[in-house]
């Protein structure tokens, strides 16, 4: 009689431990969820940042405020910078298993690659030869295509044509590979030889500049403490529980500090060498670091209202992507078909401009819907070989 006791005692236990064990589960599943969601939402708002600054050459006008916003794209661009780095150092601690630099780079390469060899396609034919809103010569051809498809981009600086908006890419692939080599050190040995290889980059680039080499855009070198700031901010608060409680403390705090260094550099906006180090170059980054904690505050402000459309959320954050990559060739398609049509006066350009932004965001969504299912699943099974 004892010994049944016994045992329905311990199944008991062993019952209650397991619907504590799935409960745990469950609180972190969502919490996971939630956390997200949010920055679902944060990938949005930094894409909205990107198409406002490009907006210019379609509405034939400057919506800006120099004042109070001279350059949000670069605080767009910092807030995807950020978020790669959390996520993949975030997502690297979740699966709490030894990580495979190959495994991982097969990974990036697959899911970055297809669409981007698509974009320079894209940004090839639409600027370099049939011409269309802001056209730009590409020469030399060969030699830029060749730098864009290996990601090269930015060490070949100036001797190529880096193309507007993709060059992004040329900072994100190498700071993958650097990712690469060293996620499976601690906190503290990952900083640090990130940190040295950053400083290895100065060094080259100042050593090459001291003979009259200019090599290296300096995008590369600005942006790379960004995307460290990300992996480490997902090692201190991976659910972003500080942002959560704290998000209309930090958009108060964050905004006041990028008013205060965009009065302090003046309302022309600001002046960025790509080429070479400068002053000036560092006040853009610290604005666009304050811009991107303000808006990236503002995103967790707004995720409550935004959980009350789910679907939209799921299509643009899954879509933004290939927003980011295609949205300046297809906003050219639609002005030029349309303005042809109607006229190419400001108030049509201006009236046209919503209608154009969901052209962009329907095609890229498909475009993204394509790489899920024909070229993701077909360059993973190459790959696998």
């Known amino acids: 009689m004892s010994q049944r006791m016994s045992q329905t005692s311990t199944s008991q236990v062993q019952t209650r431990s397991r619907i504590e064990t799935h409960s745990e589960q469950a609180l972190e599943k969502a919490a996971s969820k939630k956390a997200l969601f949010e920055l679902d939402v944060l990938r949005i708002v930094g894409m909205v940042l990107i198409l406002f600054e490009h907006a210019r050459p ?7 405020v120099k004042w109070l916003v001279p350059s949000v794209g670069g605080i767009g661009l910092t807030i995807f910078f950020f978020l790669s780095g959390f996520l993949l150092r975030r997502s690297q601690q979740q699966r709490r298993q030894s990580f495979d630099a190959v495994t991982f780079l097969k990974s990036r390469f697959v899911r970055i690659f297809p ?3 698509c974009a320079i396609a894209a940004f090839t034919a639409v600027f370099h030869y049939a011409k269309l809103f802001k056209p730009s010569d590409f020469a030399p051809l060969p030699q830029t295509l060749l730098a864009h498809v290996s990601g090269l981009q930015l060490f070949v600086s100036p001797h190529i044509f880096v193309v507007f908006t993709i060059w992004y890419m040329g900072a994100l692939i190498p700071y993958y590979l650097v990712f690469a ?8 040995s990952f900083l640090l030889s990130n940190g040295l290889v950053l400083i290895g980059l100065y060094g080259l680039k100042l050593v090459l500049a001291s003979q009259g080499i200019a090599l290296i855009d300096t995008r590369l070198l600005l942006h790379f403490p960004t995307f460290l700031a ?12 500080l942002m959560r409680r704290h998000k209309s403390t930090l958009a108060i705090v964050f905004t006041v500090l990028m008013l205060v260094i965009i009065r302090w550099e003046g309302p022309s906006g600001f002046s960025l060498d790509k080429v070479n180090i400068t002053a000036d170059g560092y006040v853009y980054y610290l604005y666009c670091l304050a811009g991107g904690m303000a808006f990236g505050a503002i995103a967790f402000l707004l ?10 959320i799921a299509i643009l954050s899954v879509s933004s992507y290939a927003v980011y990559l295609f949205h300046r060739p297809l906003y050219s398609l639609f002005y030029i078909f349309w303005l042809e049509l109607l006229s190419y006066s400001v108030p049509t350009r201006t009236l046209l401009y919503p209608f154009a932004t969901l052209f962009v965001v329907a095609v890229s969504y498909g475009i993204s819907q394509i790489d899920v299912r024909v070229f993701k699943p077909a360059l993973t099974k190459l790959l696998s070989r």
């Open 58 to 64: 379609y509405l034939g006008w400057d919506p800006r």
């Open 115 to 117: 669409l981007y060899w």
């Open 181 to 188: 080599l060293t996620a499976r050190l601690n906190i503290r």
């Open 230 to 241: 990300g992996a480490y901010y997902a090692h201190l608060d991976p659910d972003c529980n």
């Open 303 to 312: 995720s409550n209202s935004a959980q009350k459309f789910p679907k939209i």
